[in-house]
């Protein structure tokens, strides 16, 4: 199996030079979401206004995919609603699960690049690390500062 | 390679991987399938209890499985070789029942930094639960116990010494008899975790002042599930069971129960003959080969490969110089995380541990998220080392 399909030059250039990588202080949440098979850790700060993202950043480490992944979801979710982006994560989870419908990819935009994601299930966790942060961040209440770790997933197999 | 890599259905089915990753599991001979196979066609009945012939058979080739693998390594009292599911439970085994009654507030149990999980989870649990003390012995620079700091750690109060004997992670081979001896002044009781030293290293127990020492068979190219624990027979007759049932039982009354003699007060249940017979075959294979080779072979092998990935740019290899180590080479590859490069390896067919090796007090120690670890054995050889290599360069143009 080739792994040019999972490296794509947007994902080693996301993780050459990631987006939004940095500390956040006057953000409303606060969260850390961990991989505990790995050790990968990343802490991901949102900035509300009303019900829409106005701010999102990120810092820690990880692996190329979990880290342009959360790159990458920075840039797309910025200025969405709650609703908004827990829809693409549902759309995003379905990519690397490798059971979203071709015609539903062109909406994911850049976040296509990690299509490739499906074809290595052991993978999967590594880039949904971070939207699992944003879910778990968003579903705090309002205006609430707080540090939260997230337990540990479920082995993905529904994309063995 | 020392052995004929025919010899190896797995290797022989699948002529272009390079597996570097039995430090986590070993692959098996033939013989040790076909021994399996041979008890489950021929002998197979619950043992110590039917009286009937296949049943004695049955019996009969549990008992000597139990000879074999003492012999293998060093133990002459068979009473005092209890078979486990493993390392893990070997070490657990010791935890409940000799470290829950003997360990009180105020006590204190010393582990070290390079501890598999295995063999620092429980001890931490002891402690926890006991109200007593865990304390962590430093290491080197170059990953080895700092044996000064352990024996200014070792005191009146330490009840347990707990240390593998190898690294998983790094590889060392940690000084038994010397760690062992400054234990003993205080009295404590020493516990040594082998599980990646009996697949790799000639060892004679008898011959090692420790009163309990863990491993695991499938590391030794035996089946998973199959382990062992050796003790101090003083220790095991005075323990409580570890778990309670069928077998290990000498008279069950309405209100009290007495135990079974070793090593049947510790293995309750059906045991398992089959993986007991199959761990006897691998030992029969591997003193075949003889353990001496085994080691010299390792030794050079992984030498050639620190050699050979030292000169890439970018790696940096953690522990003690290669003839220092057992099989392992612990590395990381310039910024490359160990995850992506064990993904770009395994596109070449090279299977690689990455991550924190059950090990995370050790990641936290070296400083590091997650190293990449080959590790080697008896079927390794120069093409699986060229073929690390050449996916550890590709990988750098890859990450570039």
Known sequence: MTTEALYQELILEHNRKPRNFREMENADRKIEGRNPLCGDALTLWVKMDGDSIADVSFKGQGCAISKASASLMTTAVKGKTRDEADQLFGKFHDLVLGTLPESEQASLGSLRALGGVSRFPLRVKCASL??????????????????????????????A | MIVDRADFPLLATQPDLHYLDSAATSQKPRVVLDAMMDYYTHDNANPHRGAYALSARA????HRARERIARFVGVRDIDRLIFTRGTTESLNLVAASWGRPNVGRGDEIVVTGLEHHANFVPWQQVANEAGAKLVICRLTADGRVDVDHFRSLVNARTKIVAFSHVSNALGTINPVAELSAIARRVGAVVVVDGAQAAPHLPLVLDDLDVDFYAFSGHKMLGPMGSGVLVGRRELLEAMPPYQTGGDMIEFVGDERSSWNVLPHKFEAGTPNVGDAVGLAAACDYLDRIGMDAVRRHEQMITTLASERLAAVSGVRIYGPPPAERSGVVSFTVGDIHAHDLATILDESGVCIRAGHHCAQPLMRRLNVPATARASFYLYSDESDVDALVAGVEHAREVFG
Do not use: F, M, V
Not at chain 1, 141 to 159: A, K, M, N, Q, V
Not at chain 2, 59 to 62: I, K, L
């Open chain 1, 130 to 159: 971070a939207w699992h942060a944003l879910r778990a961040a968003l579903e705090q209440g309002d205006d609430e500062i707080s540090t939260e770790r997230e337990g540990p997933e479920p082995p993905p197999l529904e994309g």
């Open chain 2, 59 to 62: 019996t009969e080739r549990y």
